[in-house]
């Protein structure tokens, strides 16, 4: 059975880092597609960042940063201790919003962009999210 757990949620101030883990038991991060995601509530969950392999060339990463995010985080994965990372620097003022992840087989065919949009076809497991409140 799949299991995915969030952590490094908080209560940070504007401008601050913060970095969110994911734990993931019954399944193997070397492998899957691994996704980021946020929803406040209200709207619409959206794809913060996306990482999987290739589709011809397995061993290049294909990732992807929504744009509001490029350049302040970044996604990895640390597959010997089945963990994937979002490192968030320079938080911008937002509401609350929960952070998931999410993993599963690469879609073939569509690219890490599409992966990372609704309706997230590659993406059956999810985490039960941890929450992220930039706040001064």
């Known amino acids: 059975q799949v299991q995915l757990v969030e952590s490094g949620g908080g209560l940070v101030q504007p401008g601050s880092s913060l970095r969110l883990s994911c734990t993931a038991s019954?399944?193997?991060?070397?492998?899957?597609?691994i996704g980021w995601f946020r929803q406040v509530p209200g709207k619409e969950r959206e794809g913060v960042s996306c990482?999987?392999?290739?589709?011809?060339?397995?061993?290049?990463?294909?990732?992807y940063y929504a744009d509001s995010v490029k350049a302040r985080f970044t996604i990895s994965r640390d597959g010997a201790n089945h963990t994937s990372y979002l490192q968030m620097y320079n938080l911008k003022p937002e509401k609350p919003a929960v952070y998931y992840c999410?993993?599963?087989?690469?879609?073939?065919?569509?690219?890490?962009?599409?992966?990372?949009?609704?309706?997230?076809?590659?993406?059956?497991?999810w985490g039960p999210g941890t929450q992220v409140t930039v706040s001064s």
């Open positions: 999410a993993s599963g087989i690469r879609r073939y065919g569509l690219s890490i962009a599409t992966l990372c949009r609704p309706p997230f076809v590659s993406f059956n497991s």
């Open positions: 019954g399944v193997s991060l070397d492998h899957n597609a």
């Open positions: 990482f999987a392999l290739d589709d011809i060339s397995p061993r290049e990463p294909n990732i």
